[in-house]
């Protein structure tokens, strides 16, 4: 059983930065594919970054690329998602989500929500200008 937590949320001017925690208790991240998701009033819940964990690679949607970075301490059983340059569409609450199968899986579609069998609460983002 996993049981995570995001944190790091909060009220931000456009252009402005903000780190996002998700941090994970019961079992180790180390083997686990790890996504953030986010969903705003009235919209579907969008994929936003993932990262593998047999070759560290990282993806991202097209809205957010360039500007969000998604990394991962082991040491920690923590996955950041640092956002920059922040815009008035990324108001949305985000979640943090984990593939405890990933060490089953030849391939991946880490952008479907499916993947992932464990998710956070969420934590609320708002950018204002």
């Known amino acids: 059983q996993v049981h995570l937590v995001e944190s790091g949320g909060g009220l931000v001017q456009a252009g402005g930065s903000l780190r996002l925690s998700c941090a994970a208790s019961?079992?180790?991240?180390?083997?686990?594919?790890m996504g953030w998701f986010r969903q705003a009033p009235g919209k579907e819940r969008e994929f936003v970054a993932a990262i593998s964990w047999r070759s560290g690679s990282t993806y991202y949607a097209d809205s957010v690329k360039g500007r969000f970075t998604i990394s991962r301490d082991n040491a920690k059983n923590t996955v950041y998602l640092q956002m920059n340059s922040l815009k008035f569409e990324d108001t949305a609450v985000y979640y943090c989500?984990?593939?405890?199968?990933?060490?089953?899986?030849?391939?991946?579609?880490?952008?479907?929500?499916?993947?992932?069998?464990?998710w956070g609460q969420g934590t609320q983002v708002t950018v204002s200008s």
């Open positions: 989500a984990a593939d405890s199968r990933s060490v089953l899986r030849i391939t991946n579609y880490y952008s479907d929500s499916t993947k992932y069998d464990y």
């Open positions: 019961g079992r180790t991240l180390i083997r686990y594919d």
